[in-house]
């Protein structure tokens, strides 16, 4: 049964509603989805004692307007930026109060791209196929936020916050170090591929989203002619379309595909790899599986 309510005044430049993922249905076709940044989405629910997997907010870019009915205690993570409770200046990774009426403010990040409001009792919204989220590639889950929207609150978990706040890693930066796995199919690239992608720099381009980002860099060569058959994809898969260009995909990836992969990054470093705004360089390191 629903607490009390957030009501949407301005969702900033994409707002959505996540939680831990669509699993167990990429047979069907449909994407695990989730929060991009599934490290920080974890902190903010840990914070207002929410159980795993509890719907939250994901801002992107900031911008997000809320206003509480009712009682509601929430708590925002992710990509660091000026917060504002009930007319009050706030912090990230703390608990907040927002009485009946009182409005949440989220600037724009400092650094990183997407940040977190955890709400406790989480988002209330009806699940499809047992997520919450919002899939931007197959359009399941509930729509975009737009001004207007009412968002239940759930009754809140038997636990209790234990801390007022939490300290955590930086969020996002101007270079970011992933580690990643060749393969499985680096035997489709020439050597000097190989060489690029653990030697450059890539810089994420305005071409990117939930579903993957668009790499810009030295352009990585094949070595095998032809194209491969469609076959299955997952979340920090580099698929290296015929131009060159890396594609990193994320939460909202497709299932399959039919570009070669050259590696996966590591699925420890993809929270970090989702903070990456436009013009961030990454960096590769080959790592072990």
Do not use: K
């Amino acid at each position: 049964m629903a607490q009390g309510a957030l009501e949407v005044l301005a969702p900033g430049p994409l707002a959505t509603v996540q939680d831990a993922g669509r699993h167990g249905h990429a047979a069907l076709g449909v994407g695990t989805s989730g929060a991009a940044d599934a490290a920080s989405y974890a902190l903010a629910n840990r914070l207002v004692a929410n159980p795993e997997g509890a719907a939250a907010l994901e801002a992107t870019m900031g911008g997000l307007v809320l206003r509480a009915r009712g009682r509601v205690w929430a708590a925002v993570t992710g990509a660091p930026c000026p917060v504002r409770a009930g007319g009050r200046g706030a912090a990230c990774a703390e608990v907040l109060l927002l009485r009946d009426g009182e409005e949440l403010h989220l600037g724009a990040p400092e650094r990183g791209l997407r940040t977190y409001v955890a709400v406790r009792g989480g988002v209330d919204v009806p699940a499809v196929l047992g997520s919450r989220s919002t899939d931007l590639l197959s359009g399941l889950g509930p729509a975009p936020l737009r001004a207007g929207d009412v968002l239940p609150v759930g009754a809140p978990p038997r636990a209790f916050p234990v801390l007022d706040a939490a300290p955590g890693p930086q969020v996002g930066g101007d270079r970011v170090e992933l580690g990643a796995v060749l393969g499985p199919r680096d035997d489709w690239f020439a050597p000097e591929a190989v060489e690029s992608l653990l030697g450059a720099e890539f810089e994420v381009t305005g071409r990117s989203d939930r579903v993957g980002m668009r790499l810009a860099g030295p352009p990585l060569p094949r070595a095998v002619e032809g194209e491969l058959p469609t076959e299955g994809m997952v979340a920090g898969s580099l698929q290296v379309p015929p131009d060159g260009e890396p594609v990193l995909f994320l939460a909202d990836h497709p299932v399959t595909g039919g570009y070669p992969v050259i590696a996966v990054v590591r699925a420890a470093d993809l929270p970090r790899a989702a903070q990456a705004r436009p013009g961030t360089r990454l960096v590769f390191t080959a790592v072990s599986v």
